[in-house]
């Protein structure tokens, strides 16, 4: 189990001070962290060098329901496009079928791709009496600063 800190944040125009990443930028990030250790598990595997790999990463968003200003829309990524840009020795026919097994092996494309159901519950805690220990963490991640845009 790893004991990680990450700054969380919201720009400014969100009533953050843009001093880290907000959730859905890490959201990309693991994402793109992820195709980037599968494609050079699947390279090695095939038996090809990746000299140089770029993943490029967007998707369209829009923060009106996260602000509460309308529930037309989701308040989620409606899509999100991956480009990946490698330099190698492979040719075309490995470089597909290498990409259809990123894309099959990625955890991460995989969790947002197929609907996973994710169930939220309240723990109410009063002083020490939330120390986890009667809790089954699979990875414990302690937020640093996490800066409310809404109260």
Not at 7 to 30: H, K
Not at 92 to 104: G, M, P
Not at 105 to 132: A, E, F, M, Q, Y
């Amino acid at each position: 189990m790893a004991d990680l800190k990450f700054s969380i944040d919201e720009p400014e125009s969100l009533g953050g001070t843009n001093a880290g990443a907000n959730p859905v930028e890490y959201l990309l990030a693991a994402l793109a962290g992820c195709i980037n250790v599968v494609a050079h598990v699947v390279a090695k595997e095939m038996d090809f060098e990746i000299r140089d790999l770029q993943i490029e990463l967007e998707g369209d968003l829009n923060p009106a329901r996260f602000m509460g200003k309308s529930y037309a829309e989701r308040a989620g990524y409606k899509e999100i496009r991956v480009n990946i840009k490698v330099d190698t020795d492979a040719d075309a026919e490995t470089l597909s079928k290498w990409l259809d097994a990123v894309e099959d092996r990625c955890p991460v494309s995989d969790t947002l791709s197929n609907g996973t159901p994710v169930k939220i519950s309240l723990v109410l805690c009063h002083s020490s009496s939330c120390d986890g220990e009667n809790y089954r963490h699979y990875t414990r991640i302690t937020i640093q600063r996490l800066k409310r845009v809404l109260t």
